[in-house]
């Protein structure tokens, strides 16, 4: 079965910061792994992606995540981070072998950013 | 493109009262699903469809939920009767999937919900 964790609810970190937002995962095969990230009263917006190829994923806002096979691990990383960066972040899990478009999101981590 | 339209944003009515909530994915995507958001449970997978054809409908709760896709540019999700534990936000996606053997690698595109409050 498909899992993924995050296990900080909540992350601090002052502006300009590095910012690290953790995500490990379970799937039976090979993983598709996604960051998506929701605004208050918004809909989840995706920042990035991992298929295949370089295990650096970067993606919007400046914002990058590091696959890494052996820890089952999709981390999502930033070298400064903003104020305006504050939101609650999902890591997201399918399962390639599966064949279908299911999709498993962790619990989320909220991102607080002090000025 | 406008993204995907979800309507109303916010919905308030009484037990037993029928809801439906509207959905209009983003033009020329083949897939779309529904999402419950609650505190206690995260977001949850209730039902997708391809070329508006339910796939898996394995997380829809009760047979009190229903959903349908008459066409490619919309989709409803009704609630029959409703009950004050179906509270949550709503969320309608949708993704390209047609193509390659990476199809299912593609990222989804949320609306922005529909508050339901149950009383």
């Known amino acids: 079965a498909q899992s993924v964790a995050q296990p900080e609810d909540q992350v601090n970190v002052a502006e300009g910061n590095p910012l690290t937002v953790k995500c490990t995962y379970s799937?039976?095969?090979?993983?598709?792994l996604f960051w998506y990230v929701q605004y208050p009263n918004r809909g989840l917006q995706f920042l990035l992606k991992?298929?295949?190829?370089?295990?650096l994923v970067k993606g919007s806002y400046g914002f990058e995540a590091e696959f890494n096979k052996s820890q089952t691990s999709f981390h999502l990383k930033k070298p400064s981070a903003l104020v305006s960066d504050s939101a609650l972040y999902f890591c997201?899990?399918?399962?390639?072998?599966?064949?279908?478009?299911?999709?498993?999101f962790g619990a989320g981590t909220r991102l607080f950013v002090k000025a | 493109d406008a993204g995907v339209i979800q309507s109303p944003r916010h919905e308030v009515t009484e037990m037993g009262q029928e809801v439906t909530l509207r959905c209009k994915p983003i033009?020329?995507?083949?897939?779309l699903f529904w999402y419950r958001q609650t505190m206690m449970r995260g977001l949850e997978l209730l039902i997708y469809?391809?070329?508006?054809?339910?796939i898996d409908d394995s997380g829809m709760p009760e047979d009190r939920f229903s959903a349908k896709m008459p066409n490619a540019s919309f989709s409803t999700l009704k609630i029959q009767p409703s009950e004050p534990r179906d509270s949550a936000v709503y969320f309608c996606?949708?993704?390209w999937g047609a193509g390659t053997f990476l199809t299912n690698g593609y990222e989804q595109y949320f609306g922005p919900g529909t508050r339901l409050t149950v009383t």
């Open positions: 996606a949708s993704s």
């Open positions: 799937v039976s095969g090979n993983p598709y």
């Open positions: 991992y298929i295949t190829g370089d295990n």
């Open positions: 997201a899990v399918r399962d390639r072998r599966s064949g279908g478009f299911k999709t498993i």
């Open positions: 033009s020329g995507h083949d897939y």
């Open positions: 469809f391809n070329n508006n054809v339910p």
